[in-house]
């Protein structure tokens, strides 16, 4: 059974890749793409890694891949013409991939799996009664508290970095006082006059 | 006590700069705009200032916090108060051209620059303290971010726009490449804690080749920080797009700190796989300190010159490295000790120079007759240069005599005489820049910019440069050797 989805998402996971780059419309390829990171958190289900098939899905699939549809249907790219010269290259590119295929598979045949490998026992699992992804935080918040909260700054670092590059301060436009707002006094603002017969009201 | 709280205090000067980055951000944000600039770098010194005498007071000897991702010795200590000088300096050198520029006067002055200066002496504190791979990825991480976003600074301006997204994107594709040598690291040696993967491979008998490909990712992505060859393509484009102020501080802090962790990586593979680094750190170094000389031949632009003057210097720097003895490692301290006074003083005058429209100068035909229209500014630019080449008397000299000799003791024969060639090569630009500044006529009036306290900082490094110097030379020896000594433990 488990090996039944293993080549089912396996399966799913390399088609819906090769559609990626090959489906002439670039929504359907960023659609393709989410079939594929799902295909991806499936594998990482069989492996016993729920909480980083939940990351997928929520991370890619939630934010980067939505992100890939706005993009990809706010801009106005033709992308006919990005692809036009691409069949002129492709001997070339067929070439150099050929070589590298052929160089891999001959490390690859003269390779023994485990060799050099300095410390063979696998890392202790979770104790017993507690789920992977409670491990994870377990870990996360005691022994990596240090990197875990650096990490923190990198992304305040990256947050003041973009407000620098791309805030200005613009002139001329209308903002909300508070203060002022609260300031007001009936009045400062408020008049009662006579509207005569036949007339305006002057103000 | 927690034991966190213990290692909270181990890592004082870390935590220092978290809570001071932090405070500095909301300063800057609630300070009235025209005056936000001065308070906020202000700050930021004072911050500097305080992490370092939090250094000066640490506990003797090696200390280990948050369950061995972090250490503080000796060695950490030295670089960490080399890095928080040359940081505070950038903080201070910047600000006259951060309130000059910008067209209403305060556009381009914000405060935000001191604050990514802050998070990113954080981050090369962090990288020389790194005892664990995850540390040094974190700690280099956060150097790099806000280092892409001061490339960028002035953004109204295209060739800054463009050195911030080259480095950006050639950065990201060189910390990709550590990360994989990292988890290669970690597939093999089963820890990614510095000590212990020290302790696994100086009992291992046979040679591990995925522990060897592992190593040689994770100097591609440090040589690249370093802007060692063949890496190094980044650096002039970079320094010559960024802001001046900015191209002073990549010269200076960001390369002590890659060094040194460069250093403690590679000597936590002692024994049968030094043998293997330390080919590569060979070839980096020759590349490095031949290309860096003759590609300068060629060069124009002041900024591209003093470029591929840091990286002819780090090469020199890593003949210290390739030993691997702790007589090597305090030549490479040394090194680095004169090099930042030396970069960084040439790169304030750069900047206290202006030409008659209020630009700052860059091509090095403009410097044309300086001795004649700013001599003094011109006589510490000589003495910066001629310290540069490493000309005897001046301090310049003694670093390179240091690292040359650690290299000899240690069977490097060859090494130390191409680097001898290399140094001569290198002699002929920066002696040209002083016959271009003594004997040329005058071509444009420059002016000085005449900020005191650039002023001041020029002086103070002229002063360690020059013979007088040597004074300090006794206690830099003490320094530095016991800084590398704590790298070997008995």
Known sequence: ?203 | MHPIFASIAIAGPETILTLGSLAALMLGSFTPRHRALAVTSLFAVAIMAVAGFSLLDAPAGRSIAFDGLYVADDFSAFLKLLILAAAAASVLLALPWLQESGPDGVAAGRFEYPVLLLLAALGMAMMVSANDLLTLYVGLELAALPSYVLAAFSRRDDRSAEAGLKYFVLGALASGILLYGVTLIYGFAGSTQLDVIAGLVSVQSERSLGLLFGIVFILAGLAFKVSAVPFHMWTPDVYEGAPTPVAAFFSAAPKAAALGLMARVLLAFPGAVAADWQQIILFIAIASMVLGAVAAVAQSNLKRLLAYSSIANIGFALVGLAPGTAAGISALLFYITVYVAMTLGSFLVVLQLRRPDGATVEAMADLAGLSKTQPRLAAALAIFMFSLAGIPPLLGFWPKFAVFQAAIASGLIGLAIIGFIASVVAAFYYLRLIKIMYFDEPAVPLASEGSPVNGAMIAACALFCSPIGMLALSPLAVATAKAAASLFPA
């Open chain 1, 1 to 203: 059974m488990a090996a039944f989805a293993f080549y089912l998402f396996a399966g799913l996971l390399l088609t819906s890749g090769l559609m990626v780059i090959t489906a002439k419309n670039p929504v359907h390829s960023v659609l393709w793409l989410i079939l594929a990171f799902f295909n991806a958190a499936g594998l990482f289900i069989l492996l016993g890694a729920e909480f980083l098939a939940m990351l997928l899905v929520i991370v890619y699939v939630g934010a980067v891949a939505v992100l890939f549809l706005f993009v990809v249907m706010m801009l106005d790219i033709d992308f006919r013409a990005l692809q036009r010269g691409a069949l002129q290259n492709l001997p070339l590119g067929l070439a150099v991939s050929g070589v590298i295929l052929a160089e891999v598979l001959l490390v690859a045949s003269g390779w023994t799996a485990g060799q050099g490998v300095i410390v063979h026992e696998a890392l202790a699992g979770p104790p017993p009664g507690m789920s992977n992804t409670q491990w994870i935080g377990s870990q996360l918040y005691t022994r990596y508290f240090f990197v875990f909260s650096m990490s923190g700054l990198i992304l305040l670092a990256a947050m003041v970095g973009a407000i620098v590059l791309t805030h200005r301060r613009r002139v001329g436009i209308k903002k909300q006082s508070i203060a002022a707002q609260n300031a007001r006094t009936p009045a400062a603002t408020l008049g009662v006059g006579k509207a005569g017969l036949g007339q305006g009201v002057e103000l």
